[in-house]
């Protein structure tokens, strides 16, 4: 099952990420996420790229928090040893790819967020020129902090260039979020 459809309108390409029932963003879904968008992105007939959320009520969610653990546990022991370097092909590009190429595009990319959009979701809303947020959108931010978690997504360094470093902080140390309106 595709978790990214894409829709050509013009010359925008809309990229719609649906991972029912929840919306979270997966190691899977980053990988085709990152694919589309470099498609998009190297197509010269395409003048803007539109990301969007498929699953109502939810832009991205957050990042699989069941992937996350899965992840933390392999490595409570240490990172794994790494392969010699002439027989290791370079590993798909992840979340952190697709973020850093949706940063660096040289064509304008808008997040249409139009539902929760939280954790990896905000970061790579973030990570886009423009965020257009519907006032149905229940929470925006980037909670995780409440509980510890640290984001891993570029989110500490983009959210100071959107709001400035003063109003940065206070929304990451204090994991505040924020509705659409």
């Known amino acids: 099952m595709s978790l990214v459809t894409r829709e050509r309108k013009g010359a925008a390409v809309v990229l719609t990420y649906a991972n029912p029932p929840w919306g979270t963003m997966t190691a899977a879904g980053a990988r085709e996420m990152y694919a589309e968008a470099k498609a998009a992105l190297d197509d010269p007939d395409v003048r803007c790229l539109v990301l969007t959320g498929g699953v109502p009520g939810i832009f991205i969610r957050h990042y699989d928090v069941d992937e996350l653990a899965d992840m933390s546990a392999r490595l409570q022991g240490g990172p794994p040893p790494a392969p010699p370097r002439a027989e290791a092909p370079p590993p798909p590009p992840g979340f952190l ?6 940063a660096a595009a ?17 970061e790579l809303a973030l990570a886009c020129d423009i965020r257009i947020a519907t006032p149905e959108a229940a ?11 640290f984001p891993g997504g570029g989110g500490t360094q ?3 260039r959107v709001v400035g470093e003063a109003r940065a902080l206070e929304i990451i140390l204090r994991g505040l979020t924020f509705t659409g309106a």
């Open 97 to 102: 790819e697709l973020t850093d190429i949706i």
């Open 106 to 122: 040289d064509k304008p990319v808008v997040a249409a967020i139009n539902g929760l959009c939280q954790g990896g979701g905000f």
């Open 139 to 149: 929470s925006i931010g980037l909670p995780e902090t409440r509980i510890g978690i």
């Open 158 to 160: 983009r959210l100071p």
